[in-house]
Every structure is written in C-alpha cells, then in structure tokens.
C-alpha cells in the first residue's frame, strides 16, 4: 500500500482538486482507510468543499466486486432510517490509486469500542450502546424492495449454490465446504447437528442484514449512532441470524492487546456482560423467538469457527483477507470461538483439535 503522501498526489491527480490532509483512520482484514481532506469542491462526484473523506481501499481479493456492492448498498441506504455514510464513488480500476476504492463521506465520531483507554472505553460504551442496539433493530426495519435492495446479490453462495437459497442454507452449505475442503473433520458433528435441524428454522422473513455487525464497524458520537461500516459481509435474510452474529462477536471475540479486552477474567466478564445486554436490549426493541435465536447462535458460531481454521490451515488469502488477517486468528480466541460453539450446539468440539492448528 503506498504511503499517505504517494496517495494524496494521486487523489489530488484522481479528483482534480488538491488534497489537504492525508492519514491512516483505520487497517482491517481487507481494506485500508484513510481520511482525506480537499481544499475544493469536486463538482464531478457532487463532493462540497469542507467535507471530510474516507478513502476506503479494497486491497483483499475480489475487490472489484466487494467495493462496487458495498457502494451498491451505501447508496441505496441513505436517506432511510440506517445510519451510513453517504458514498461519493466508487472506482473498480487499480491503476489511479494502487487498489479499487470507495470515497464516501467521515461520519463525526469514533468506533464504539475504543481500545486505547478503559476508562475511555467504558465511558463510550455506557453513553452510546443503547444506540447501538437500536440502529441493528433500524437496520432489520429497512424497506429492502423501496430502496432496491430486495435483489442484493448474495455475500455467502458457495460455487453452484442458488442465489434465491434462503441465507441460513447458504450458510450452512459454506461451513460443509470448508470442513471438507480443510479438511476440519472435529466439526462434523456440530455441522450435523445444524443440517439436522435447518428445516425448522428456515425462514421466509427477508431483511437487510449486515452479518458483521460489531463495536469496531459503529461509528459513535456521544450518545449518538452516526454510522455503520464496513458492509461486505452484508446479505438479506432473517435478522435472528444478525442478531446471532453480533451476539457471538461480541461474547466470544478476544484481543491480545489491550489486556483487559484478552481472554482473561477482565475480558471474559465484558463480553459476556455486554453481549448478555444486547441480547436483552433487542429483544425489549424488537422480539426474538428465542428458540429460533439459540439456533442461529450456533450456526453463526459454526460459520465463524469454521474460517477461522481455515485461516489458520490454509492462510487468510483462502477466505479472501489479507493475509495479515490471519495474526488475529489466535490460539485464545480459537479457543473462546470453540467453547461457544460447543455450548450453542451441545456437541463437543476438542480445544486441541488439529481442525485449530495451521497445517
């Protein structure tokens, strides 16, 4: 990735306008974003003067297509009840910047978690986390057919799968692709589980579901929801299954760093304090069918777990991160990842499984 001051020229080339400022805002699994200031108005993309930018770049595997359908998304959704920032352009070819990118608009705030300060952190939390809860329950409200996304293309289809498969099948029909391409043969028998009991938990709800929902992908601004990111994952489906996502991320995600985010006595009473919380507050929002949710539970966790290990097997690239992305995948946090999935599922899944171990 080139250095911010190689890309400010290239933008200032690219827009035709001079860039003021140029920094690093974030590094995820995919993408790199940085923070663009203009000195001008950008009258081609309708971009008014004053308006600071995320760049956000594509640099993982098939970021043509993730870019265009993350823009594709933005787009639709502005002007409903979501909160997302307003995407300015989207632009598939590598040449002008190094990698595809999406330029939209930086939404005034922070991620909900910061990982800086606990004090800091816990305060964000406390001012902002009823707001996130209630802008998931706005996202699973969202008029998928007024705003044109009733025909979304689907994020999770494996090769031969029919886009019009309800979302809970493809996601099934994923985690059996990687337990036999893995091979992750320790995950055989929870996937049997799930299989066994899909039937009954098929859905024909359709909702916008962001399947990435978490404190890291919200933007907060004092007690205010200002923007949901990151939107790759996104699929149409039932919100239990959304629901269920962000409740595992958040009961079973564990950071080395900071410490008090690490699968220690600190980290493991906060995520099971907060995800116990969501769970609650969304179901004061909007009512879960808690049998139907407990399921989802354990599919999510299998669907995790399941990348997870291929990532550690067969490197990040496999499941089309960065390959960077796989340093995150830590013993610790296959660990938490493991025990929730046995807990959700009832079938033990061996904490020292070669499924776990890189090949």
């Known amino acids: 990735m080139a250095e911010a001051t190689e890309i400010a020229t290239r933008m200032t080339r690219y827009l035709g306008v001079p860039v003021e400022r140029c920094a690093v805002l974030a590094n995820g699994w995919e993408t790199t974003v940085f ?8 009258t081609r993309f309708d971009i008014p003067k004053g308006v600071n930018l995320a760049l956000r770049f594509y640099q993982a595997k098939d970021g043509q297509n993730k870019g265009a359908r993350e823009f594709e998304i933005l787009r639709a959704l502005v002007g409903t009840r979501c909160a997302v920032p307003r ?32 004090p800091k952190a816990f305060v964000t939390f406390s001012l902002a986390f009823f707001a996130f809860v209630r802008g998931h329950v706005e996202l699973h409200r969202v008029d998928i057919k007024g705003c044109g996304l009733d025909r979304l293309a689907p994020a999770f289809a494996p090769p031969g799968d029919s886009w019009d498969a309800p979302l809970l099948l493809r996601m099934l029909r994923t985690v059996k692709m990687r337990v036999e391409s893995g091979p992750l043969p320790h995950l055989v028998s929870a996937l049997n ?10 859905s024909s709800r359709r909702s916008l579901l962001h399947l990435d929902y978490h404190p890291l992908n919200t933007i907060v601004s004092g007690t205010r929801l200002t923007g949901i990111i990151d939107w790759v994952f996104a699929d149409i489906g039932d ?55 407990r399921y989802c539970q354990a599919v999510a966790a299998l669907h995790r777990l399941s990348m997870f290990a291929i990532m550690r097997r067969r490197g990040a690239e496999q499941e089309g991160f960065r390959p960077e992305a796989a340093a995150d995948v830590t013993p610790s946090a296959m660990r938490l990842l493991s025990r929730y999935a046995s807990r959700k599922t009832g079938v033990a899944i061996p904490l020292d499984s070669p499924t776990f171990s890189p090949a």
């Open 239 to 293: 919100p239990h299954l959304d629901a269920a996502m962000t409740a595992m991320i958040m009961a079973s995600y564990a950071f080395e760093r900071p410490r008090w985010l690490a699968a220690n006595i600190c980290g493991n009473t906060l995520r099971r304090f907060f995800s116990t919380l969501y769970i609650a507050l969304y179901h004061s929002m909007a009512r879960l069918d808690f049998e139907r949710f």
């Open 193 to 202: 589980w799930a299989l066994e009991r899909a039937p009954r938990f098929v």
């Open 87 to 118: 995407p300015y352009c989207f632009e598939p070819d590598p040449e002008p910047l190094g990698a595809p990118f999406l330029l939209m608009k930086r939404v005034p705030g922070g991620p909900l978690l910061h990982t800086r300060s606990f």
């Open 35 to 42: 923070e663009i200031v203009l000195g001008r108005e950008v």
